[in-house]
């Protein structure tokens, strides 16, 4: 799944420390999103969203489907 | 001097604890190679490690609390690898008792295997979401 983390943030002018303080969650998990390492779960995907007072659809993006990914 | 939060407090007193782990059953196994067995006593010296192992634990729990979704699935990962591969190792190593084949094999080994497993499981597990 891409997203829009990592403009959002510097929008904001945060890094990523400060992402992951408001999100109660490890800065390496903000790294891991934003590198598109790791798809966040529903109710974190929500809340990043209401972060940036945006839909969720506005900040992740589906990739096209191609097989099978290990990440969920 | 700075203050350390809490987070940071938590590894050090895992490590804390996992060292007095093996000290205490190190300290055990010494003391009961040197004591008549089936005494109060050798008892009491052979559960000496048992509130080490608890409070180990609890800390693992503790620090499995506050890992945040990312860290749980890490540990997750780690562990669905770790318990299988000992198993099988141990099982391994019964059958080839069975077989006759007899060598020295220690509870404390299946400990210090998982252990040592798990620890390479978790850097593997947390380099590919890196």
């Given amino acids: ?32 999103i934003e590198t598109g390492k790791y798809d966040p779960s529903l109710p974190l995907a929500f809340k990043i969203a209401a972060l940036f007072g945006l839909a969720i659809e506005d900040v992740f993006v589906p990739e096209a489907p191609k097989g099978r990914s290990r990440r969920g | 001097m700075p203050k350390l939060s809490t987070r940071a407090w938590m590894p050090i007193l895992s490590a804390g604890i ?11 196994g010494y003391l009961l190679r040197h004591m008549t ?3 109060t006593l050798s008892l009491i010296v052979a559960l000496v490690p048992l509130p080490v192992f608890i409070a180990n634990f609890a800390i693992a729990f503790v620090l499995a609390r506050r890992c945040d979704e990312m860290q749980r699935r890490i540990q997750f990962e780690a562990l669905a690898f770790a ?6 190792g141990c099982l391994t190593i019964f059958m080839i008792h069975k077989a006759g084949f007899r060598f020295s094999f ?9 252990t040592l497993v798990y620890a390479g499981s978790v850097f593997v597990a947390r380099s590919r979401y890196q």
């Fill in chain 2, 83 to 88: 318990y299988p591969f000992v198993m099988l």
């Fill in chain 2, 37 to 39: 067995p089936g005494t």
């Fill in chain 2, 106 to 114: 220690d509870l404390i080994d299946v400990f210090l295997a998982m």
């Fill in chain 1, 1 to 32: 799944m891409n997203n829009r983390l990592v403009e959002l943030r510097e929008g904001r002018g945060w890094g990523q420390t400060d992402l992951a303080r408001e999100l109660a969650v490890s800065r390496q998990t903000i790294h891991a």
């Fill in chain 2, 18 to 28: 996992g060292l007095s782990l093996f000290a205490s059953s190190f300290v055990s």
